[in-house]
């Protein structure tokens, strides 16, 4: 990449799964995976892109598993969102460390540990080059941290939400099962919400296509990507209104 390369957005929003945290362990944080996360989003701060930052909790606690399990669904919930919101600190502690501005806001209030989420002080805090991580969710239960990605992209008004995964895109099947399985370069949102495939669950991708935000679904392992993506080359899967975006 040239050192000239510009960035294409001025401000994303990019979903982080638990998962992604845990790299080869089998739960909890995997600190240098932490690392390489935090650098890889330095590169694309470092271009000028105001990033705000959605992390999910499954590597720690799944409230949809432990309702299985005989804990009540709501209260399940609500336990995942505190998970998230111990892997939003964890990445801000290292995001700073590295030299980033950085501020945890959350869906329910703890005010000992992360300010409330404000739509306008995100916002102020976006345009202040601070990167912005959101946590606990939507704040409600039943709703998945896709769909709370979804909804503060609309919120903070961001141009794109980037999925950073363990895979290069959206395949017709498992890719892992299914060697042979198509990978897709474009997607229409009904194409996705249709076919059931596996981007985002089907309310936050009604949310984006309401708000015309294009999803960008990549590997975030490979190194470079998400600069990649920001400076306009076609890497992973977009999903989005028009076939030739």
Known sequence: MADSAKAQFKRILIKVSGEALMGS?????????LNYLAEEIKKGRD???????VVGGGNIFRGRDASEKGINRITADYMGMLATVMNALALQDILEIKGLPTRVQTAIEMRAIAEPYIRRKAIRHLEKGRVVVLAAG???????????AALRAAEI??????????????????PIINQSALRFDH??????LNRGLKV???????????????????NIYQADNL?????????????G???NE
């Open 200 to 218: 985002m669950d089907s309310a936050a991708v009604s949310l984006c296509m309401d708000n015309n935000i294009p999803i960008v679904v990549f």
């Open 187 to 192: 997607l229409d949102y009904l194409e996705v």
């Open 138 to 148: 939507t704040g409600n239960p039943y709703f998945t941290t896709d769909t709370a």
């Open 47 to 53: 271009l000028g892109v105001e990033i705000a930052i």
């Open 25 to 33: 362990l089998p739960s909890g944080i995997d600190s240098k995976i």
């Open 227 to 239: 600069v990649r993506i920001l400076t306009g080359e076609k890497v992973g899967t977009l999903v």
């Open 157 to 174: 008004r961001a141009e794109a939400i980037l999925k950073a995964t363990k895979v290069d895109g959206v395949y017709e099947s498992d």
């Open 241 to 243: 209104r028009e076939k």
